[in-house]
């Protein structure tokens, strides 16, 4: 059977903000927050017919409470989608949003649907990491996983132990610099292009939220210098050369080459294929090298071949390592050109569609890009990377 093209046609997000009592999100629930981001697409593509969408599919990492009751169907008809449309929910952890594309682009390229929105949400406020988990004693009993392998933190400093030439100043260099990348692409309204604002509650009543919270503008390498390491005393990981604890919501909309066409949609990019591999749980930062290794080997092309690189910034350490390891710079700007969840936060679930709406914003701003990946480690030992190709737009001055 002859696989379909399965394109990407939009995709926007809500600010991101920080999961602590005072903010953007402390009010709010998390499933409107992924209805804010549907209504969202519906609007910007007016040429859409709601009746139309084959399906919502929609990742969260804590699926109760308002993330669950299946995310994917309560949202669609809180979103007022006719009831014809269905939905399901997904869970890949950090991977969670990157997995809805990938399923709603598949469903696409077998020709069982033509039009997909996917997204993921992730309201670390209500939800905190580990919250209501109860993993199952046989992983320490009979040794099939260390102790740290349920602690992302400790994950990173075992990363840190994997590789002893990258040091925690090299990491707070990295920091720094996705620092100084989120707030030069928010200053030229680079995040204009898919961030929507949302009125929230807050204590001092109704308000507006249009901008990311998280960012931290002016972080010096010597103030985090002076960070503790809660992970292990005299340890490398510390909060800020890590991604922080998050709430947001961001989806796509998917479509069928063909479909796209005959409805007057654009299509931005092109999903060429995609990889998830399993790693060692206790280093699973170290998930985007063997994904993007497998990807290209799938494909047969290299790393010179892709253009920019959206790779989530868990930990500044599972970033250095996948520069050293296909011998980047610390400084290129193939990779993370907009900085990262460092700066900008990582709501679990979520991520995955931020970066591949900042990767359709990176190709199509570049004149002659054509091949864009977006990748992530994932928690419990996995690695995933997809493969975008950059389709010509009439109004895009880079085509």
């Given at each position: 059977?002859?696989?379909?093209?399965?394109?990407?046609?939009?995709?926007?997000?809500?600010?991101?903000?920080?999961?602590?009592?005072?903010?953007?999100?402390?009010?709010?629930?998390?499933?409107?927050?992924?209805v804010?981001?549907?209504?969202?697409?519906?609007?910007?593509?007016?040429?859409?017919?709601?009746?139309?969408?084959?399906?919502?599919?929609?990742?969260?990492?804590?699926?109760?409470g308002?993330?669950?009751?299946?995310?994917?169907?309560?949202?669609?008809?809180?979103?007022?989608?006719?009831?014809?449309?269905?939905?399901y929910?997904?869970?890949?952890?950090?991977?969670?949003?990157?997995?809805?594309?990938?399923?709603?682009?598949?469903?696409?390229?077998?020709?069982?649907?033509?039009?997909?929105?996917?997204?993921?949400?992730?309201?670390?406020?209500?939800?905190?990491?580990?919250?209501?988990?109860?993993?199952?004693?046989?992983?320490?009993?009979?040794?099939?996983?260390?102790?740290?392998?349920?602690?992302?933190?400790?994950?990173?400093?075992?990363?840190?132990?994997?590789y002893?030439?990258?040091?925690?100043?090299?990491?707070?260099?990295?920091?720094?610099?996705?620092?100084?990348?989120?707030?030069?692409a928010?200053?030229?309204?680079?995040?204009?292009?898919?961030?929507?604002?949302?009125?929230?509650?807050?204590?001092?009543?109704?308000?507006?939220?249009?901008v990311?919270?998280?960012?931290?503008?002016?972080?010096?390498?010597?103030a985090l210098?002076?960070?503790?390491?809660?992970?292990?005393?005299?340890?490398?990981?510390?909060?800020?050369?890590?991604?922080?604890?998050?709430?947001?919501?961001?989806?796509?909309?998917?479509?069928?080459?063909?479909?796209?066409?005959?409805?007057?949609?654009?299509?931005?990019?092109?999903?060429?294929?995609?990889?998830?591999?399993?790693?060692?749980?206790?280093?699973?930062?170290?998930?985007?090298?063997?994904?993007?290794e497998?990807?290209?080997?799938?494909?047969?092309?290299?790393?010179?071949?892709?253009?920019?690189?959206?790779?989530?910034?868990?930990?500044?350490?599972?970033?250095?390592?996948?520069?050293?390891?296909?011998?980047?710079?610390l400084?290129?700007?193939?990779?993370?050109?907009y900085?990262?969840?460092?700066?900008?936060?990582?709501?679990?679930?979520?991520?995955?569609?931020?970066?591949?709406?900042?990767?359709?914003?990176?190709?199509?701003?570049?004149?002659?890009?054509?091949?864009?990946?977006?990748?992530?480690?994932?928690?419990?030992?996995?690695g995933?990377?997809?493969?975008?190709?950059?389709?010509?737009?009439?109004?895009?001055?880079?085509?």
């Open positions: 059977m002859e696989l379909r093209d399965a394109v990407y046609v939009d995709g926007v997000r809500l600010p991101i903000g920080r999961a602590r009592e005072d903010g953007y999100y402390a009010a709010t629930r998390a499933d409107d927050m992924a804010r981001t549907i209504r969202a697409l519906l609007e910007r593509q007016p040429a859409l017919d709601p009746a139309a969408v084959d399906d919502n599919v929609w990742a969260a990492t804590a699926q109760v308002d993330q669950g009751l299946t995310l994917g169907r309560s949202t669609a008809v809180l979103a007022g989608l006719p009831k014809s449309v269905p939905g929910a997904v869970d890949r952890m950090c991977a969670g949003a990157l997995t809805a594309i990938t399923n709603g682009a598949n469903a696409i390229r077998v020709g069982a649907q033509r039009l997909v929105i996917a997204g993921g949400v992730e309201h670390m406020g209500h939800h905190p990491m580990g919250q209501h988990l109860d993993p199952n004693p046989r992983f320490y009993a009979e040794s099939l996983v260390d102790g740290s392998a349920l602690i992302m933190g400790s994950t990173a400093e075992n990363l840190h132990d994997a002893p030439g990258i040091t925690r100043e090299r990491c707070d260099a990295y920091a720094v610099q996705s620092q100084e990348r989120v707030a030069k928010q200053a030229e309204g680079v995040f204009d292009d898919h961030v929507v604002p949302m009125t929230v509650w807050s204590g001092q009543g109704w308000r507006v939220v249009d990311d919270e998280h960012p931290r503008p002016g972080t010096t390498r010597e210098a002076q960070l503790p390491t809660p992970f292990r005393p005299g340890g490398r990981v510390t909060a800020g050369n890590a991604a922080g604890l998050n709430d947001g919501a961001g989806a796509v909309l998917l479509a069928d080459a063909a479909a796209a066409q005959e409805a007057g949609l654009p299509a931005r990019m092109r999903l060429v294929d995609y990889a998830f591999v399993g790693v060692e749980p206790e280093t699973m930062g170290r998930g985007p090298i063997p994904a993007t497998a990807l290209l080997a799938r494909t047969g092309l290299s790393l010179d071949d892709i253009d920019v690189i959206e790779m989530n910034e868990a930990f500044a350490i599972q970033c250095v390592a996948f520069l050293d390891h296909f011998g980047l710079p400084e290129t700007e193939k990779v993370n050109p900085g990262g969840a460092i700066a900008v936060g990582h709501p679990l679930a979520m991520s995955g569609a931020r970066l591949t709406q900042q990767l359709a914003h990176a190709l199509h701003a570049r004149p002659g890009a054509r091949y864009g990946l977006t990748t992530l480690c994932i928690g419990l030992g996995m995933a990377a997809v493969l975008w190709e950059r389709l010509p737009a009439e109004d895009d001055p880079a085509s």
